[in-house]
Nanobody
């Protein structure tokens, strides 16, 4: 089955770093955009960072200069390097990828991983 699997979340002190990983698996023809979203308790899900197949990146203003999105096309993976974590970064982080399969192209979502920046 086609799926996205995330890892790397955890609880760290403010100012420390984490790296999230997202791995796509299954019969995938191609992967276009890959994105990281987050959703804090009581808040809407927001786009944190995105990267196109050509390497173009975009970030939410709240994480610019601290977070870096990257991808490894050969491994079908995306990463989110999170430095200088703040308490307000605490949220469930989700990977989303636009995957092309034999049945067409559509977005797939990971299961989410908890990130907590403790003050």
């Amino acid at each position: 089955q086609v799926q996205l699997v995330e890892s790397g979340g955890g609880l760290v002190q403010a100012g420390e770093s984490l790296r999230l990983s997202c791995t796509a698996s299954g019969s995938i023809f191609s992967i276009s955009a890959m994105c990281w979203y987050r959703q804090a308790p009581g808040k809407q899900r927001e786009l944190v960072a995105s990267i196109t197949s050509g390497g173009w990146r975009n970030y939410a203003d709240s994480v610019k200069g601290r977070f870096t999105i990257s991808r490894d096309n050969a491994k079908k993976m995306a990463f989110l390097q999170m430095n200088s974590l703040k308490p307000e970064d605490t949220a469930v982080y989700f990977c989303k990828a636009d995957l092309s399969t034999g049945s067409g192209s559509r977005p797939y979502w990971g299961q989410g991983t908890q990130v907590t920046g403790s003050s």
